[in-house]
């Protein structure tokens, strides 16, 4: 019988991700705090601590059913002294979001197809950008939003028997106001009751369409996944500026300039294995050092800064 690799590692694996877990929380500004879940788990799933490695799933508490504390208890002490340290900081971190992304409700509701929200979240901070998840089940946030961009992901919009749609003219109304929306979708335009009644030039399923002071870029093929959806991301957001933070086309760190009681930092988060965590960091000034860190290193290099060693967070004080 071969070896079961959701069990490689054990007690290791299942520290790592609850800490990955606890700071990819942290690099959204909108979740005000976490808390670890399962204080013993050697009783879910076979009840007797003498067979725990015979399931990954009993890996997950913090101390074991004698209470002696797990790899996951000192994973997670040494990541909250972290965050207790950082307290004024995280209490007032923000980040202006560059775009918003809408969230996919009623498609998920409807069974429809369209780009994974997840896939299109996961470019985005593998390049840094902030964004913001906006729902069509509210769409009076898009009025209030100063942001003037937004990835529609979602092919069914809210609507109602009679075919009217307040998620639709709320859209048309946020880019007639000179809103940018880049609507990827193999099934656009889709009302729970049928498809919506639209403006006659927006019934092409491809090309740029100008309403108003904005524009609507359709994109018939959301199947796109990696850096081939980050391209058409990138067409859309433009030029920006800004620290980055390059790592492999593989690679899981995710990352995000975050700014809090006077201070920016970019927090990256490597969500991946120990391995995958090089990364050279260019725009952060004349002299970035590491506010927080599970043993990362950072040194001067050729085009910026290397941040290398075995680390799953790293929270970069950016020079002024």
Same mark, same amino acid.
């Given at each position: 019988?071969?070896?079961?690799?959701?069990?490689?590692?054990?007690?290791?694996?299942?520290?790592?991700?609850?800490?990955?877990?606890?700071?990819?929380?942290?690099l959204?500004?909108?979740?005000a705090?976490?808390?670890?879940?399962?204080?013993?788990?050697?009783?879910?799933?076979?009840?007797?601590?003498?067979r725990?490695?015979?399931?990954?799933?009993?890996?997950?508490?913090?101390?074991?059913?004698?209470?002696?504390?797990?790899?996951?208890?000192?994973?997670?002490?040494?990541?909250?002294?972290?965050?207790?340290?950082?307290?004024?900081?995280?209490?007032?971190?923000?980040a202006?979001?560059?775009?918003?992304?809408?969230?996919?409700?009623?498609?998920?509701?409807r069974?429809?197809?369209?780009?994974?929200?997840?896939?299109?979240?996961?470019?985005?901070?593998?390049?840094?950008?902030?964004?913001?998840?906006?729902?069509?089940?509210?769409?009076?946030?898009l009025?209030?939003?100063?942001?003037?961009?937004?990835?529609?992901?979602?092919?069914?919009?809210?609507?109602?028997?009679? @075919?009217?749609?307040?998620?639709? /003219? $709320?859209?048309?109304?946020?880019?007639? %106001? !000179? &809103?940018d929306? *880049?609507?990827? +979708?193999?099934?656009?335009?889709?009302?729970?009751?049928?498809?919506?009644?639209?403006?006659?030039?927006?019934?092409?399923?491809?090309?740029d369409?100008?309403?108003?002071?904005?524009?609507?870029?359709?994109?018939?093929?959301?199947?796109?996944? @990696?850096?081939?959806?980050?391209? /058409? $991301?990138?067409?859309?957001?433009?030029? %920006? !500026? &800004?620290?980055? *933070?390059?790592? +492999?086309?593989?690679?899981?760190?995710?990352?995000?300039?975050?700014?809090?009681?006077?201070?920016?930092?970019?927090?990256?988060?490597?969500?991946g294995?120990?391995?995958?965590?090089?990364a050279?960091?260019?725009?952060?000034?004349?002299?970035?050092?590491?506010?927080?860190?599970?043993?990362?290193?950072?040194?001067?290099?050729?085009? !910026?800064?290397?941040l290398?060693?075995?680390?799953?967070?790293?929270?970069?004080?950016?020079?002024?």
């Amino acid at each position: 019988m071969g070896s079961n690799p959701l069990m490689a590692g054990g007690e290791e694996r299942a520290a790592r991700e609850l800490v990955q877990a606890v700071w990819l929380a942290v690099l959204h500004p909108e979740v005000a705090g976490v808390f670890p879940f399962v204080f013993c788990d050697e009783w879910y799933v076979k009840g007797t601590p003498e067979r725990q490695d015979e399931d990954p799933a009993e890996h997950w508490g913090l101390v074991t059913a004698d209470r002696h504390p797990k790899a996951s208890y000192r994973a997670l002490a040494s990541t909250y002294a972290d965050l207790e340290r950082l307290d004024r900081w995280l209490t007032h971190r923000s980040a202006r979001p560059e775009v918003l992304v809408t969230d996919q409700c009623v498609d998920w509701w409807r069974g429809m197809a369209g780009p994974a929200e997840v896939e299109v979240h996961r470019q985005l901070l593998r390049h840094g950008v902030s964004f913001r998840s906006v729902s069509l089940l509210a769409p009076e946030h898009l009025d209030r939003a100063r942001c003037r961009k937004l990835i529609l992901i979602d092919s069914a919009l809210p609507d109602g028997p009679d @075919g009217r749609s307040a998620a639709l /003219e $709320l859209l048309l109304r946020f880019v007639r %106001r !000179g &809103g940018d929306v *880049l609507y990827l +979708s193999r099934h656009p335009w889709q009302g729970v009751y049928g498809p919506v009644d639209l403006p006659a030039s927006l019934g092409a399923r491809t090309g740029d369409v100008r309403l108003g002071r904005g524009t609507v870029r359709m994109r018939s093929d959301p199947a796109v996944e @990696g850096e081939a959806l980050w391209f /058409e $991301l990138e067409r859309f957001l433009g030029a %920006r !500026g &800004g620290p980055r *933070l390059r790592a +492999s086309a593989t690679s899981q760190i995710f990352w995000r300039v975050l700014a809090g009681g006077g201070q920016r930092m970019l927090l990256a988060v490597n969500a991946g294995p120990p391995g995958d965590s090089e990364a050279v960091l260019e725009g952060a000034g004349r002299r970035p050092s590491l506010a927080a860190s599970d043993g990362a290193r950072l040194q001067s290099a050729t085009k !910026g800064w290397r941040l290398g060693g075995d680390w799953t967070y790293a929270l970069v004080r950016l020079s002024p």
